[in-house]
């Protein structure tokens, strides 16, 4: 059984993602970086996953030099620039920063990346040269969360294969 969320904190989560700023975001991921790459069993090899907002973090953090590997499921508001106070971000700006190798996972009938948003961050990779994987599944935003209508446990189990795939062979 998964965590049911109220509406009351999905629009509670919409408010906080537009009142902190990008710089605030991108610090945390750092921090967390530095503390994970300072853990004695840490190899040096780091990587992110995120899911929805946490994908668009997870690409963010993956700007760090640091970083070999992001998993990004449904990451929202990259093709609008709309993350962060001011609804402001540089994201798709800084891809020709990014060196982590990215697997970016979509779910076609996703509202809040639509194809024409999907299509602009692809073009942006290919623009920059990124080392990228990019698959798009029949499926909504949030087909992941294991609670409501958009939940698909085969696709779940899927994508959790192409991600350990992913960083067997990006971390492994």
Not at 60 to 75: G, Q
Not at 81 to 94: A, I, M, P, Q, V
Request: with cysteine; aromatic share 10%.
């Amino acid at each position: 059984m998964g965590l049911a969320l109220s509406r009351s904190h999905v629009r509670r989560q919409h408010q906080l993602k537009i009142a902190k700023t990008v710089v605030a975001y991108d610090a945390d991921a750092q921090a967390g970086l530095t503390a994970v790459n300072a853990h004695p069993a840490c190899n040096g090899r780091l990587g992110t996953f995120g899911v929805c907002l946490g994908g668009h973090l997870a690409y963010r953090a993956a700007l760090d030099p640091r970083v070999s590997a992001a998993a990004c499921f449904y990451p929202t508001d990259i093709h609008s620039g709309t993350l962060g106070e001011g609804r402001s971000d540089d994201s798709l700006e800084r891809m020709a920063d990014l060196q982590a190798e990215t697997l970016f996972v979509w779910g076609r009938q996703d509202p809040h990346v639509p194809y024409t948003g999907r299509a602009v961050i692809r073009a942006r990779l290919e623009e920059v040269g990124a080392s990228y994987e990019w698959h798009e599944m029949n499926a909504q935003h949030a087909y992941l969360r294991d609670e409501g209508p958009r939940y698909d446990p085969a696709l779940f189990l899927q994508s959790m294969a192409l991600t350990f795939d992913f960083y067997r062979r990006t971390l492994g």
